[in-house]
């Protein structure tokens, strides 16, 4: 099956924006999810975990830090890099340059992605709409 990132949701955050592309949520066959995170300047997710979920992040574009582990030193990621994140493990990402960091992001098993519609600042935009984002000063 192939989708259209206009042809799915947009989850907007105060730190950024993700597009589930493939979960099992869209395709009852999938196991895994699949999705473009963009993680807006100076911005960033704060530590949390999958407990039954590793996840794999692609760096698209951008710069910024990654820490994987409970106390970890935070490394540099960059255009290019391939993260693993086991099951379990707190990590965080964290964008440290003046343009957006662009991620491409795997569950597996899929399913992680449904609490993040639960945060406070959740919003989740019908297909075609574009979020809007602004820096809080």
Not at 15 to 34: C, F, N, R, Y
């Amino acid at each position: 099956m192939s989708r259209k990132p206009d042809d799915v949701s947009t989850r907007s955050f105060s730190w950024g924006q993700i597009k589930w592309l493939i979960s099992p949520d869209l395709d009852d066959e999938a196991k895994v999810t699949t999705g473009e995170v963009i993680i807006q300047p100076g911005q960033g997710h704060a530590p949390h975990n999958h407990p039954g979920s590793e996840e794999v992040l692609y760096v698209i574009s951008g710069e910024g830090v990654q820490t994987v582990g409970e106390g970890a030193e935070p490394f540099t990621i960059r255009e290019g890099d391939a993260v693993y994140v086991p099951a379990g493990v707190v990590h965080s990402t964290y964008n440290t340059t003046w343009r957006p960091l662009r991620l491409l992001a795997v569950y597996n098993p899929g399913g992680p992605e449904h609490v993040l519609d639960t945060l406070p600042d959740a919003k989740i935009l019908g297909p075609g709409v574009a979020p809007l984002w602004s820096q809080a000063n």
